[in-house]
């Protein structure tokens, strides 16, 4: 991504209610975002690990503007939705009012191999069609369509399930019996 123009010290770490309100309902309202610091990105002929550069990055996380579309095929593989997670609810926190829903994806490669790549994609939820009819330029455009993709790399040691893994010598001590049996040196 180009430079942009932030005052020194400035963090990029919205909150979903944020990224939501502040940021995808303006878009997709054709109002202006202060700061632009999200670019438009068509996601899907991207693999993650491409975003460097292309999407505004802060830490491990990228943030794109991009499409909604049911296909989400690269070159190199696909997202998929993520197992047992549902449309989450982006809640108002001065109303607890629904404004829109994030949905969880993987990275699989061609292979069908899972990676560590996790997107989270945002989207308006009963967004009117007012705006979705609005030109610009002379060009219609539906902008209710349009979603936020924040895509990170999950740490290696995370597990889906769950579970944490045992350790060699924690199923030793879980394998014991009787733990009387034990003896500690004196």
């Known amino acids: 991504m180009g430079s942009v123009n932030l005052p020194p010290g400035f963090r990029f770490c919205p909150s979903d209610e944020e990224l939501v309100v502040h940021f995808l309902h303006r878009k997709a309202a054709l109002l202006p975002c202060h700061p632009d610091v999200i670019p438009d990105l068509g996601l899907y002929p991207y693999d993650p690990w491409q975003l460097d550069g292309k999407a505004l990055s802060e830490g491990k996380q990228r943030y794109f503007y991009s499409r909604r579309t049911q296909n989400k095929i690269t070159s190199n593989g696909c997202w998929k939705p993520m197992a047992g997670c549902g449309e989450e609810l982006v809640l108002a926190s001065d109303s607890n009012k629904t404004v829109g829903t994030k ?57 889906d399930s769950g579970t944490d893994q045992l350790s060699c010598l924690d199923e030793v001590f879980l394998s014991m019996d009787d733990l009387d049996e034990i003896s500690l040196p004196n």
């Open 103 to 159: 949905k969880y994806f993987l990275f699989y490669t061609a292979d069908g191999i899972r990676t560590n790549w996790v997107m989270e994609e945002y989207r308006l939820s009963g967004f009117g069609t007012s705006a979705s009819t609005k030109t610009r330029n002379r060009q219609k455009q539906d902008y209710s369509e349009w979603v936020i993709c924040r895509v990170y790399e999950r740490d290696l040691d995370e597990d």
